[in-house]
């Protein structure tokens, strides 16, 4: 039995004892969403690189990029881009291995292109990225000179730092549905039917008592909105939509849906969201990486969370990333397997330098009602944990193959 | 009475009730906090600028930067900077302003350089701007073209947004432990003692019962550290002034003072942390925005936050940084003034297009022991907090004189 | 008459007095020429964009831009480039318009994209702009605050500066020889029978007494070239179009060609020019505007020429360029009138400040033969030049259409 | 003999022939020559600091840079900068050596910060390189992985390059004037005098036969300029010392002295040339390496010229600068020493690959009168010629040593 696991039962959350809760999700095409999503994918195509060429993932550390948003005139029917997004990558990267036969270059702009090309095509449709977004980059080698190893074959990678990843399970309804919400609207099919709606929308969730109201901020593309009546009978589909959808998902609450709330209905001059690309970043809304989702997709002030950006983190050693995504498998997986739980907390702390299968801590604290049998439940809770932390390397061959996903 | 302030009392809170906590603060050198230090002097300067030449603070968010390492060679006695540190800060701000007699244009670009080398200047004496950073900006006009302005005289400012803001009160042991700990090594007393400690000094508090283990990450300045002998006996002075802090911060605590514990203290081939500026940022630590202490210097994973960054953001309007703010004096004033409460907790939510002193809702958690009469105490808190709502244009005066510091 | 003509009759011209002559053509594919070309066409948009939306051209001037090459590795049948190739555009123009309904923005960012991606896709094969060319600009509005019309409708623009602009004619064998074979090397048709051959390709020329030396300089595309001997054989393909274009255009001379004589030849470790995209840019070559070839369309430091970069200057009132053409056009018109001429030399001086059309003096220099009468050649060519200067503003007309090749 | 030299006589020179000359000259704080000036202190520091730790200069060419003006607003007595003046400088140059020890790294970015800010501090009094200038840089390491050596210890380079390096002598008297002018208005003691005279002055000499215009463009400091009537004054006082300067340099010529003729003296609303900081540059005037002065301080559209940029190049191998120089040495100790001489022109057309003192062509043109014995003459231009040439590698420790101003 692993000595750094402890499981503790706790009666209630404190956070959501409250009437309240607040949630939010930043969809896919929102500036800080693009930040995460492309950084995350630098270092994925990254590590496929390094393992294709070197046998294995060498170090590296992309978790910073800033997004300064174009300048554009979306009008009904049409408008323009008048200044591209410019979006400046920054970062750390073997850029240069020695190997055998001498020194090996990675094509680290290349793969900085490729990634950015390849996120805003696979998830906008009228954001072009030769047209409306200039990609830049700064990425180093880190401070020695030429990067050892991270490990020896078949070694267990040894903790960066000492940092905390935590994670809950189950979502509670409301962090369910204004996660859903935002599927929903950027998913193929609603897009087919509603082609008007953009891809930078954000899905606010405000719970008190039994009363949802989800606010959504959702950008329309000005080229397929001919007018404002246009407009106002998309913003009425996109609320059918979602109610229709909290229907399903939250049948025991009453949810009220807004879209759009900052509009200015003025038939005259009339104030409404609309975007020539899809996003608010080609005007006025800036980005960055780590300011926007966790890593289960939501921003939950009343929950725990931790300050690390997991997206652009290399994925062999690097526990802000690796130990947020494993908290979270460990809570789902404690959740799925014990449907008495109510919610279980998790909280895994790194011992810098030591064997990421072997934390400092493992902290489990399960909420269960009091009539259950809590040693039964706990043998089974610890046996969980134990075993998803020795197999948290796994994390790094799901991550290599697109399966995880941190924004 | 204020219908939106809720005063509950709470037995015990969740997170601290663990026997483990863990807190962290990033230094004044620390390239995250070189980040929001350098933004938020933009924006109290650009605001001075404001109101100087148009009578109230014109829109603006510069709450966005990245600072992209240099490279450097530091070496036992010397050392040198190889390439220089990019820093971008990327934002919104009214530049063109329309005025009676036409237009008049902002000096953006001075206030922004301006900001970075005070910054610079004041923190720093090893760090200089002119030879070892290159700053550079994308700030530009917000997605209005003539930004209007934020309120008429004597109004009060309208909230951009739905945000919320959370804080405590009091500090807990190892939390003041850790805060200080930087306070003091960063102090100017301390570096007439040592110079040889530079200014990214990272302290992270792991306290597990009763025992806390302080780990520093401190750079030192490699011209002043001759040799390795000199370079541990800096450690041993840094060591003995925090055991003495501690002392008397901590007396009921077992604490264990580390420093620099990923030195490899090897006769032949040491691997220390020098630095030729006194700031990892020299050499292969990147930093963001928003990305280091909360607006209570500290960073806080156990303890509830927001991923807000208050750093850059206007003073006026913009709750991500007012209500961070209110929140965190609404706590401390409640426990200055009712000794009593163990621990308070305070969230504020904002209404998006609603006066700023009118929150949608403010939440004071009060853990106090059972004995107390509650209801003197409640109706205290409520008073405290209303009071404090009422007069939060205040922060903005605060904010313009330089006695609000929110990293 | 005007009386700022002036004709000379020379014996014979000085630099063509030599027994050597040295020609240079950048192709369409060289860095310098890149960076010209795109400039030229965001001038040539840009004015596009003004004409169609303000009626008339505004002040502009974006004759800066540097390219900084990227990285790459070629190999025999296939290659990567590393790093892309980064083009700062730099310059002034009217990006904010006073109307009579407020004001107006001008696309700025999207014109210089579509500039750019233009060039890039109508003259490369393999080299993509999405992948392999980071675009930025910095093009700001000029110092006056909110720049004036250039003149009112219907009047003669005024020079904006005191330039110089010269021109010869006709080409010399070499100089002819030299333009030719480049056009021919990148034309369709050859690209067709050698797709080997990349678009950047150097053609130098010199010419002692009858026999010139062709010294070319073409980059390979690695991918379809497999091995050495197909390298060879390419640049024997070359080498025989060349000789048989000489053939056509220089009978009387005796024509070395010799293609990429840098190459080391050495079976273990051949040294070749090979590039992925087809140019010198993706590795190793920078460029700028203003250093390649003249409005001619070569570098011939044996004939008069100016310093001045045509490229990216306004077509309306700068006389830098605008003159370079206009001397150009006198000189080409004269000999095609008059084939007894051997040689005109053509220099126009503007006056800053005065009508485009009233230069400060136009000198011409004619050869000819003793035996041709002087004073009927004389007439014509004022007649000639006066003409071309009167309608001087048709050049900007024909830049418009794109007629008007400045590189 | 040298069998390259090549030594004629001709009867008068095309060029000057002409009853009209036009010469320029850029000064000290022109765009265009403090991206000259700035790339060139850069290869310098760069080339001594190979000197100094690897005993030879490695590779290099830092001839490419690009000054985006910033934007200010100069007011009498007053004024302020809005935005700083960019600076991009890109090149080549060996960053990563390898030693018998390994690896090496070159200070690039400190060598480029410190060239910059040294030729901004001795050369202008209110251009602050902290605050008004942002300096970044793209200095990559050239093609080569690991660039190699120029040459054997004691050997002679080998020419990089098939360029020609062009010069002439003596200056007419309208070049030495133009020269000298610039000269004198940016001395010390001019500038004690006049102070409020900036350090970006533009003269351009027109002669036609014997009357000389000399138009002065002068930014002024607005600082010192409290009103027009000042500005005037100043004006006056720059006129008189620079016809004093004409007086004694051309004493055979009518000479006209023009400053700043695009003034507009409305008393009113006048539109006169002040700067906040002496340079254009300062706001709309954009720069470039290249673009300006030739080696020998002048810009002479009616001499022979090449478009070769000297500044940033390599003074080991870079026939582009070392030849510009050695044309100018030979003429200039051509007529020293044979004053009978009336102009010397003189060409050296490089051999790529060959040592630089062996090159393809020296070709000097003799403009002398028929009386004086030509093979007497001759010989002895011959002899400076070979002596000059087998020296060629001198002009690299001149360099070294600041000796050689190449703007």
Redesign the interface.
């Known amino acids: 039995m692993a000595d750094f696991v402890y499981i503790?039962k706790?009666n209630e959350?404190?956070?959501t004892k409250?009437d309240?809760e607040?949630v939010e999700r930043k969809g896919i095409g929102h500036p800080d969403t693009i930040c995460d999503a492309i950084v995350d994918e630098v270092s994925r195509q990254l590590s496929l690189y390094y393992m294709e060429n070197f046998g294995q993932i060498l170090h590296h550390n992309v978790?910073?990029?800033?997004?300064?948003?174009?300048?554009s005139?979306a009008t009904f029917g049409g408008g323009?881009?008048?200044?591209?997004i410019?979006l400046?990558i920054?970062?750390?990267a073997a850029t240069?291995v020695k190997t055998e036969n001498g020194?090996k270059?990675?094509?680290?702009?290349?793969i900085v292109?490729?990634a950015a090309?390849r996120y805003i095509e696979e998830n906008f449709r009228y954001l072009d990225?030769?047209?409306?977004v200039?990609?830049?980059y700064?990425i180093?080698p880190?401070?020695a000179?030429?990067v050892g190893l991270f490990s020896k074959h078949n070694s267990i990678p040894l903790a960066n730092d000492?940092s905390?990843g935590?994670s809950f399970a189950p979502l509670s309804p409301t962090e369910n549905l204004v996660y859903q919400t935002e599927r929903l609207l950027n998913s193929r099919e609603l897009k087919k039917d509603v082609p008007e709606l953009g891809e930078d929308i954000k899905v606010?969730g405000?719970r008190r008592d039994n009363k949802i109201r989800l606010?959504i901020a959702a950008a329309m593309i000005s080229s397929l909105v001919p007018d404002l009546s246009h407009y106002l009978s998309v913003k009425e589909t996109v609320t059918e939509r979602v109610e229709k959808l909290a229907d399903k998902l939250a049948p025991d609450y009453e949810v009220e849906v807004f879209v759009n709330?900052?509009d200015i209905i003025d038939e005259k001059n009339p104030l409404v969201y609309l975007t020539v690309t899809g996003t608010?970043a080609e005007?006025?809304?800036?980005?960055?990486?780590?300011?926007?989702n966790r890593v289960n997709g939501l921003?939950t002030?009343?929950r725990?969370?931790?300050?690390e950006?997991a997206a652009g983190k290399n994925p062999v050693n690097h526990v802000g990333k690796i130990y947020s995504v494993l908290a979270r498998q460990i809570a789902n997986a404690i959740v799925k397997e014990i449907p008495e739980i109510k919610t279980v907390y998790v909280?895994i702390?790194s011992q810098?330098?030591k064997p990421i299968n072997k934390p400092?801590?493992a902290?489990v604290?399960v909420n269960i009602d009091e009539s259950v049998n809590w040693n039964t439940i706990k043998s089974t809770v610890q046996a969980i944990t134990e075993e998803k932390i020795a197999n948290v390397t796994k994390i790094t061959e799901a991550f290599l193959k697109g399966e995880i996903i941190v924004y």
């Not at 323009?80 to 591209?84: N, Q």
């Not at 270059?105 to 290349?110: H, Q």
Request: hydrophobic content about 45%; aromatic content about 4%; glycine content about 10%.
């Open positions: 503790n706790i959350a404190f956070l409250n309240i607040i978790d910073k990029a800033t997004l300064a948003a174009g300048a005139e323009r881009v008048l200044e591209p410019y400046l920054v970062g750390r240069l020194f270059r990675v094509p680290i702009g290349s292109m490729n090309n990225p030769k047209k409306h200039v990609v830049d700064k180093r880190g401070s000179d030429l000492t905390v935590v606010m405000l606010t709330t900052a608010s005007a006025g809304d800036d980005g960055q990486v780590g300011r926007g921003i002030p009343y725990p969370m931790t300050l950006a909280e702390l810098i330098g400092q801590i902290n604290a």
